[in-house]
């Protein structure tokens, strides 16, 4: 599957959610803080994203959405 193709079975809501996940380094919390969704919103979105890509981890969603060779955004807000 190529990058295109990934990106076109997800709305535009999953990818602004997956970015956000991406730019916080993987956190859920941190990503869901950022974005000011629920952290269950963000890991529902996860799960809907994995398995529509037939992936099972973060880093295989990052490859297979391209994001690896973006360059980094800011850093993440820290959460407490």
Request: proline share 6%; aromatic share 4%; glycine share 6%.
């Given at each position: 599957?190529?990058?295109?193709?990934?990106?076109?079975?997800?709305?535009?809501?999953?990818?602004?959610?997956?970015?956000g996940?991406?730019?916080?380094?993987?956190?859920?919390?941190?990503?869901?803080?950022?974005?000011?969704?629920?952290?269950?919103?963000?890991?529902?979105c996860?799960?809907?994203?994995?398995?529509?890509?037939?992936?099972?981890?973060?880093a295989?969603?990052?490859?297979?959405l391209?994001?690896?060779?973006?360059?980094?955004?800011?850093?993440?807000?820290?959460?407490?």
């Amino acid at each position: 599957m190529t990058t295109d193709e990934a990106l076109a079975m997800l709305t535009p809501a999953e990818i602004r959610i997956m970015r956000g996940v991406v730019d916080a380094g993987g956190s859920t919390k941190i990503a869901a803080h950022n974005l000011s969704l629920s952290r269950h919103t963000v890991r529902n979105c996860r799960s809907l994203v994995y398995q529509r890509l037939g992936v099972h981890s973060a880093a295989e969603a990052w490859i297979a959405l391209g994001w690896l060779r973006l360059p980094p955004r800011l850093p993440p807000k820290k959460v407490r």
